[in-house]
């Protein structure tokens, strides 16, 4: 099932820079994308999302951009901050009546003080 | 702020032997899922219930697995007849209003090991 991609497994950035991590799917029909972050031992916390009418959501240092004709969904931290270092995975629901996500893989990253 | 609470937070189970994962999903949430995430892998669906009843399944959830909420307040996953590729993650979530994704909260999860 590769609906959902996250090419980059991993991402190193310096504090105060940009962390951008990108997500691709293959599927018109998902409504709804959101990026979650998680840390170890930890279940998977929300952080923004968007819908498919959108393409832009911005919640504080957050941005999240929804390229709907390549399909392709990214995040932008600005700025980037240590406490920021987790796995982000993006997911996706299918629009209708199913509730279940789909997630990407996941992407490493890590901020460096 | 509201959490999903899973216990226990690791299980260590031998194959063969039935397993009971236990979550106590937001107390005012109508909607509840178990997904589970094998080491390395992505995190995968697998149930949602809703109204006291599965609304959707994945291909994993085949007839080993269960669900149910004895108490209105619990959600179980039960696992029969435990496989070694059984050992995962598993995360439980619920949300209030099944549209409504951000507030699609998940538990820290259970480790389940099968040895």
């Known amino acids: 099932d590769q609906q959902v991609k996250q090419n980059s497994p991993s991402l190193s950035v310096q504090e105060g820079r940009i962390s951008i991590l990108n997500c691709d799917y293959t599927n018109s029909m998902f409504d709804y994308f959101l990026w979650y972050k998680k840390y170890p031992a930890e279940g998977p916390t929300f952080l923004i999302s968007i819908s498919s009418i959108k393409d832009k959501n911005e919640d504080g240092r957050f941005t999240v951009f929804l390229n709907k004709s390549a399909k392709h969904l990214s995040l932008h931290i600005v700025p980037s901050q240590p406490g920021d270092s987790a796995v982000y995975f993006c997911a996706v629901r299918r629009g209708g009546a199913t509730n279940k996500l789909i997630f990407g893989t996941g992407t490493l990253l890590a901020v460096q003080p | 702020e509201p959490e999903v609470t899973q216990t226990p937070s690791h299980q260590v189970t031998q194959m063969g032997q039935e397993v009971i994962l236990r979550c106590v999903p937001i107390?005012?949430?109508?909607?509840f899922y178990w997904y589970r995430q094998i080491l390395g892998q992505k995190v995968e669906f697998l149930v949602s219930f809703y109204n006291n009843e599965i609304s959707e399944k994945s291909e994993i959830f085949d007839d080993q697995f269960s669900v149910e909420r004895p108490d209105g307040s619990n959600f179980t996953l039960k696992i029969r007849s435990t496989k070694l590729e059984d050992s995962a993650m598993y995360f439980c979530a619920s949300s209030g209003n099944g549209r409504y994704v951000e507030g699609y909260t998940f538990g820290s999860g259970t480790r389940l090991t099968v040895v």
């Open positions: 107390s005012n949430h109508l909607y």
